[in-house]
Every structure is written in C-alpha cells, then in structure tokens.
C-alpha cells in the first residue's frame, strides 16, 4: 500500500519530465516507504563523475562525497559493483561491514549511522549509472521486508527515471528540429531559395565549419535575432 501510494505521488504530482523534482520525490517517498530507514539520497554517476543528489541532509551529502572521494562505500559498491540483486546492504558499518569499507565505515559511524542499504538503478546500459542510498542510525534493521521494498522502489524509480532521459532526449530533438527549421526559414527569405536548398546550405556550412548542423542553425538564427535589434535600434 505504502509503495503504491508513493508511485502515485511520484507520477502525479510532478512531470515525469521533471527530472529533479522528480529525484526528489524518489528520495523522499524512498525514506518514508521502506521501513527503518532515517535518511537518503540518490548518487548518479556520468563519464566517470560521481555526483550527489537531493540527499536529505547535508550529512547525508557529505557522507555521500566522502564515498566518492574515497572510491568506497555501500553506494559506489552498488554503482560499480552490485551484485545480480543490486543490492549491498551494510547491516553494521561499526562491526563486520566496517571491513568492507574501512575508510569509509569509521566516518559514517562517526556521522550516527549505523547502518545502509544501497540499490542500483539499472534504468538504462550505458557509462550512465544510478543507486538509491538509505541510511539507519541503528546497525541491524534493514530486514528482509526492508530490502524487498528498497528492491522494488528502485525498479519504479529505474523506471520514472528511464521516462525522464527519454523525455529529455525528445525535448532535444524537437528543439533541434525547431532550430533547424527556423534556420531554413531565415535562409530560403534571404537567399530565394526553396526548403531543399536551404538545409544544402547548412549542410554545406556544417561540413565547412566541422560543427554540428544544429550548432550551425543555432548561430545563424542567433545572428539574425542581433541583426534585428541592431536594424531596430534596441
């Protein structure tokens, strides 16, 4: 009840399109939903960096960048190295589990968390990658029910977030097409040509200049906007 009630809020009170707020609310519905968890955040990791989000403290942050800095900890053994579960769990980072990560341990400990779960997001292959981050004060109270529902939660959170890089990725391209299509426009009044000789020409001038042709549509169109605030004196 409690994970369906959080997918709902998720997908309806913010556009999936939304990439932040939507992060937010994962971690959020995340360390309300499952059980015994006090304290959260999502890392994600591109071309190599390792980057925090939407933790819900500033502990939580640096706790977050400390495992980055040090290259270990439950959150980049599940952004690197998760098992076919994806899940690393650290049920006492003051006992056993402290060897795991003997760095990192003693500063989490020291921050009053005890304990982790942390869960890979696999929502797309690719150098991209994502884990859900919970922390407990207390060592010992992540439980089967409580991986179960971590588990789950980062399958619709795999999901929601898969929904965002689509969107954004459509955004692009319709902005792109957009681009492109206003540069034509500029070019065929210009010039007298139809919309075939028009994108020639920035074919042309793309192959010329090694830009990409949406670099070279964004210029021309930007160099005709300043050409109209110069001709109307603004």
Not at 19 to 41: C, K, N, Q, S, Y
Not at 66 to 79: N, T
Not at 81 to 103: K, M, S, T, V, Y
Not at 157 to 173: D, S, V
Request: aromatic fraction near 4%; charged fraction near 25%; include cysteine.
């Amino acid at each position: 009840m409690a994970l369906r009630q959080a997918a709902r809020e998720l997908t309806g009170r913010h556009s999936i399109r939304d990439r932040e707020l939507t992060l937010r609310r994962i971690v959020e519905a995340a360390v309300e939903t499952v059980p015994e968890a006090d304290a959260g955040g999502i890392t994600v990791t591109e071309h190599g960096e390792v980057v925090s989000r939407h933790t819900t403290s500033p502990t939580i942050t640096k706790l977050a960048e400390l495992q980055a800095e040090l290259g270990e900890g439950p959150c980049m053994s599940a952004l690197h190295e998760p098992p076919e579960n994806g899940i690393i769990l650290a049920q006492d980072l003051g006992g056993a589990d402290g060897q795991r990560w003997p760095q990192f341990a003693p500063l989490a400990v020291e921050a009053g968390y005890h304990a982790m779960l942390s869960v890979q997001i696999a929502y797309q292959p690719g150098p991209k990658s994502a884990a859900l981050n919970l922390y407990a004060v207390r060592a010992q109270v992540f439980d089967e029910d409580a991986r179960t529902t971590a588990a789950l939660f980062a399958v619709q959170a795999a999901m929601l977030l898969y929904g965002c890089e689509q969107a954004i990725h459509l955004q692009r391209a319709v902005d792109s097409r957009d681009t492109i299509g206003q540069a034509k426009g500029i070019l065929m009044e210009r010039f007298g040509v139809d919309d075939e000789g028009a994108f020639q020409m920035l074919v042309r001038s793309s192959q010329d200049t090694n830009l990409k042709l949406v670099e070279v549509a964004r210029w021309l169109h930007d160099e005709a906007c300043r050409r109209g605030r110069v001709e109307h004196g603004s």
